[in-house]
């Protein structure tokens, strides 16, 4: 370990404090279409569980 540095500190501190914002703030506009399939219905979930469970 090596003695405490308080300038070496106080410029690591100000490094994390800084706020980076040269970057493009707007977001991006997405088109298309989402699907998702909803599966099984909820008794045949259930009797899979069921089914798992007595292995």
Same mark, same amino acid.
């Given at each position: 370990? #090596? *003695?405490?540095?308080?300038?070496?500190?106080?410029?690591?501190e100000k490094m994390t404090s800084e706020v980076? *914002?040269?970057?493009?703030? &707007?977001?991006? &506009?997405? !088109? #298309?279409?989402?699907?998702?399939? !909803? #599966?099984?219905?909820a008794e045949a979930l259930l009797d899979k569980?069921?089914?798992?469970? #007595? &292995?």
């Amino acid at each position: 370990m #090596g *003695a405490y540095d308080e300038a070496e500190h106080e410029r690591r501190e100000k490094m994390t404090s800084e706020v980076d *914002a040269d970057f493009d703030a &707007e977001r991006p &506009e997405y !088109s #298309g279409s989402l699907t998702f399939d !909803s #599966g099984d219905s909820a008794e045949a979930l259930l009797d899979k569980f069921q089914e798992l469970q #007595g &292995e």
